[in-house]
């Protein structure tokens, strides 16, 4: 498979960029900034360098073209502030996923966060993040071009992954390696069954391939 990973020198898009190279993949993530490309290589990703806060939505088709998959997990980071909420975490993903249905990649797999909804009130940063999350999410569930399958991690740690997870439509609060994040998002793009889920994903039991072939039904 050809997947394509927007927001490709994020911590979580770095470790799956190594788990998807170390298992045949072909993959490829998007970066802002050139001097990032060292990092995917490494990773064993190959590094496609486009704003996707000012990237037109043809400009972002061309990178997506040709591929099987396409994985959303860019962000704005921690230390933003409230406008790059929105075009990143909220613009971006909106982006991507429209840029993706004009290049025929019906697979689109999103990290987005728990709690993330539209309707969510409060003006602190924090809040309008997961508002942003929350609308980018529900745009995302409209898009009939699509298969899509969102991903609504826990707390992130930076702690060595377990590789057993609770993923299940609503798992409550709790916290998850970014290391099993991205195994579990590896899985996912694997598994089309999953396509119209939203997902929250904490530490738990399962084993990660256990835990999608679950919710996939299988």
């Not at 940063?125 to 997961?130: A, I, M, P």
């Not at 994040?181 to 590896?186: E, F, M, P």
Request: hydrophobic content about 45%; aromatic content about 2%.
């Amino acid at each position: 498979m050809r997947i394509v990973i927007a927001g490709g020198h994020g911590q979580i898009a770095l470790r799956l960029e190594r788990l998807l190279a170390a298992r045949g993949d072909e993959v490829a993530g998007i970066i802002r900034r050139a001097e990032q490309a060292e990092d995917l290589r490494a990773a064993g990703a190959e590094p496609l360098v486009c704003d996707l806060e000012s990237a037109s939505e043809d400009e972002v088709a061309e990178l997506l073209r040709g591929a099987d998959a396409v994985v959303f997990a860019a962000g704005a980071g921690p230390n933003s502030g409230t406008e790059r909420k929105d075009t990143v975490d909220r613009g971006a993903a909106v982006l991507v996923a429209d840029a993706a249905a004009r290049a025929g990649v019906r697979r689109y797999v999103v990290v987005s966060s728990m709690g993330a909804d539209p309707e969510h009130r409060g003006d602190g940063v924090f809040d309008v993040y997961l508002r942003a999350k929350g609308e980018a999410d529900a745009y995302v569930r409209g898009h009939a071009a699509l298969d899509w399958t969102i991903l609504r991690p826990g707390q992130l740690t930076d702690e060595a992954g377990t590789g057993l997870v609770r993923l299940e439509a609503a798992t409550g609060r709790g916290p998850v390696p970014r290391d099993d994040v991205a195994a579990v998002l590896a899985e996912l793009v694997d598994t089309p069954a999953t396509a119209g889920l939203t997902l929250e994903l904490i530490s738990g039991s399962a084993p990660v391939s256990v835990a999608v072939k679950a919710v996939a039904g299988n």
